[in-house]
């Protein structure tokens, strides 16, 4: 039955917009998918390994080709990614086409990343991800220390994780405004970024962790951040409180950005960031760029049917506008159908 309704939602327009080669590359845009690390964290029942396995096989069967998997943690505060291990032990490994990262925030979430695979004798992972802020506030609130000592602390985990032989993308929380002291300077913004680049991270992603963000602001700090760390090497992190999540993903993507992050069904929030509410949906993301001429190699209609699988597993309201449009279209169409299937049967035994 699922089956019949993702190629009905095919057909009603959603196409599978791959990358060819005689797609440009500045057409081409990846979607790093948070859903089942930054969008499950703050969810408040316990969320099984079976469904976040699931999850992710479902996301990379429509096309995701990097997916945060969880993150090394401690559970008495983040409960949500205790099963990390277990997760990551069972997801396929398969060609090595997909990515997926996890979080280390400190020495000692890369330590139990280490030491899981000297367990497994597996090395599970490629990638780790860290994290810094551009206020001093919010990394109090966060990790207890401000913006500097946080960079000295995760220089010490990159460089661990580099000779270990991980690729490490860095982030930087609160880039428009802190739930705590407002609204936050392009420059320092510009400054961290560089700082987490000179360090060894290949990647940046700027985070507007309140969503509080609008095109105008998007672009102004872009700019600033671009004056020191080449385009290329940049994300952009986008959550959706105020609306705003699409419309500052293409700001982005107007500045040159070709990253973009995000959270299918428009799962997340931050237990740091009081009133702050899930990351921009992937679905929305992908329905903008396919829309708009960008390629992203993704099945739309696969990504729509797991948005809302997984909202189901949650209990949840789908939060994705685009993959509730999508479903309620494509249910308009069948309900069509079996009408008009109807009706000539019912004109076959008249006559």
Same mark, same amino acid.
């Given at each position: 039955?699922?089956?019949?309704?993702? /190629? +009905?939602?095919?057909?009603? &327009?959603?196409?599978?917009?791959?990358?060819?080669?005689?797609?440009?590359?500045?057409?081409?845009? +990846? #979607?790093?998918?948070?859903?089942? %690390?930054?969008?499950?964290?703050?969810?408040?029942?316990?969320?099984?390994?079976?469904? $976040?396995?699931?999850?992710?096989?479902?996301?990379?069967?429509?096309?995701?080709?990097? #997916? !945060?998997?969880?993150?090394?943690?401690?559970?008495?505060?983040?409960?949500? *990614?205790?099963? /990390?291990?277990?997760?990551?032990?069972?997801?396929?490994?398969?060609?090595?086409?997909?990515?997926?990262?996890?979080?280390?925030?400190?020495?000692?979430?890369?330590?139990?990343?280490?030491?899981?695979?000297?367990?497994?004798?597996? $090395?599970?992972?490629?990638?780790?991800?860290?994290?810094?802020?551009?206020?001093?506030?919010?990394?109090?609130?966060? /990790?207890?220390?401000?913006?500097?000592?946080?960079?000295?602390?995760?220089?010490?985990?990159?460089?661990?994780?580099? !000779?270990?032989?991980? %690729?490490?993308?860095?982030?930087?929380?609160?880039?428009?405004?802190?739930?705590?002291?407002?609204?936050?300077?392009?420059?320092?913004? +510009?400054?961290?970024?560089?700082?987490?680049?000179?360090?060894?991270?290949?990647?940046?992603?700027?985070?507007?962790?309140?969503?509080?963000?609008?095109? %105008?602001?998007?672009?102004? *700090?872009?700019?600033?951040? =671009?004056?020191?760390?080449?385009?290329?090497?940049?994300?952009?992190?986008?959550?959706?409180?105020?609306? *705003?999540?699409?419309?500052?993903? *293409?700001?982005?993507?107007?500045?040159?950005?070709?990253? =973009?992050?995000?959270?299918?069904?428009?799962?997340? &929030?931050?237990?740091?960031?009081?009133? @702050?509410?899930?990351?921009?949906?992937?679905?929305?993301?992908?329905? @903008?760029?396919?829309?708009?001429?960008?390629?992203?190699?993704?099945?739309?209609?696969?990504?729509?049917?797991? &948005?809302?699988? =997984?909202?189901? !597993?949650?209990?949840?309201?789908?939060?994705?506008?685009?993959?509730?449009?999508?479903?309620?279209? @494509?249910?308009?169409? !069948?309900?069509?159908?079996?009408?008009?299937?109807?009706?000539?049967?019912?004109? &076959? =035994?008249?006559?």
């Amino acid at each position: 039955m699922q089956r019949h309704f993702t /190629t +009905r939602l095919a057909r009603t &327009g959603i196409r599978h917009a791959s990358a060819s080669a005689s797609a440009t590359a500045n057409r081409f845009v +990846r #979607i790093v998918e948070v859903g089942p %690390r930054d969008g499950l964290q703050n969810e408040k029942t316990a969320v099984s390994a079976d469904v $976040k396995v699931s999850l992710i096989n479902r996301l990379r069967d429509a096309g995701l080709r990097t #997916i !945060e998997a969880g993150s090394f943690v401690s559970p008495k505060w983040v409960p949500q *990614m205790a099963g /990390t291990p277990e997760v990551l032990k069972r997801l396929p490994r398969g060609d090595g086409s997909t990515a997926y990262p996890v979080l280390v925030p400190n020495a000692r979430g890369l330590q139990d990343l280490l030491a899981l695979r000297v367990t497994t004798r597996e $090395k599970l992972t490629d990638e780790v991800a860290v994290f810094s802020a551009a206020s001093d506030a919010f990394c109090k609130a966060n /990790t207890n220390c401000t913006v500097k000592e946080s960079l000295e602390r995760i220089e010490v985990v990159v460089s661990a994780a580099r !000779e270990k032989g991980f %690729r490490v993308r860095g982030y930087v929380s609160t880039v428009i405004t802190c739930p705590y002291q407002g609204k936050i300077d392009p420059e320092i913004v +510009r400054d961290v970024a560089a700082a987490l680049l000179d360090m060894g991270c290949y990647e940046v992603s700027l985070g507007d962790t309140t969503g509080a963000g609008t095109p %105008r602001t998007m672009s102004l *700090m872009l700019n600033s951040v =671009i004056q020191r760390v080449p385009v290329e090497k940049l994300a952009a992190h986008n959550h959706d409180t105020f609306g *705003m999540g699409v419309a500052n993903v *293409m700001t982005a993507l107007e500045t040159g950005v070709r990253v =973009i992050d995000s959270s299918v069904a428009g799962l997340g &929030g931050c237990p740091y960031s009081p009133g @702050a509410t899930g990351n921009v949906a992937t679905e929305d993301v992908v329905h @903008a760029l396919h829309g708009s001429g960008f390629e992203t190699g993704v099945d739309l209609a696969k990504l729509v049917q797991t &948005g809302e699988w =997984i909202s189901k !597993e949650l209990g949840k309201r789908n939060e994705s506008r685009a993959g509730v449009a999508w479903l309620a279209k @494509a249910k308009r169409e !069948e309900q069509q159908q079996t009408k008009n299937l109807e009706g000539a049967s019912v004109k &076959g =035994i008249s006559q």
